[in-house]
């Protein structure tokens, strides 16, 4: 099923500023993923706030692919309520472009999972 991930312009919800996007369930996988440059041989810190609500029944997946969708690097989270920092440490290899995102697979229909701060630093 497709992702349903929106901007959501309001305060009220966002960590921090005046946005942050929020990933609605269906069943299937959901995901946010940004395609950067990157040096080759270089750690990387991935950085993201996120929410959970109350009845979250799926594991937030934090992950880095190359060009061609593999797997780099992925670290699953368990549901986390109020806003919560979660971050992971990847090696670029002999890669120039890599795709790091955020992701859940849907177990029903009400979860929501919000990232806001999303970060990727040079170690």
């Known amino acids: 099923?497709?992702?349903?991930?929106?901007?959501?312009?309001m305060?009220?919800?966002?960590y921090q500023g005046m946005n942050n996007i929020i990933i609605n369930s269906s069943t299937g996988w959901q995901d946010l993923i940004y395609r950067?440059?990157?040096k080759r041989n270089t750690n990387y810190e991935i950085s993201v706030m996120v929410k959970t609500n109350?009845?979250?029944?799926s594991t937030i997946e934090l992950l880095s692919l190359n060009n061609n969708n593999a797997q780099i690097r992925k670290m699953d989270f368990?549901?986390?309520g109020e806003w919560?920092?979660?971050?992971?440490?990847?090696?670029?290899g002999n890669l120039d472009i890599?795709?790091?995102?955020?992701?859940?697979?849907?177990?029903?229909?009400?979860?929501w999972l919000r990232v806001d701060d999303f970060g990727f630093f040079q170690k």
């Open 11 to 14: 305060k009220s919800t966002a």
């Open 1 to 9: 099923s497709p992702t349903r991930t929106k901007v959501e312009y």
């Open 36 to 38: 950067v440059e990157v």
């Open 78 to 80: 368990a549901p986390v």
């Open 98 to 111: 890599i795709k790091i995102g955020i992701g859940y697979t849907g177990t029903n229909s009400t979860d």
């Open 54 to 57: 109350s009845e979250f029944a």
């Open 84 to 92: 919560t920092r979660i971050s992971m440490t990847i090696n670029t």
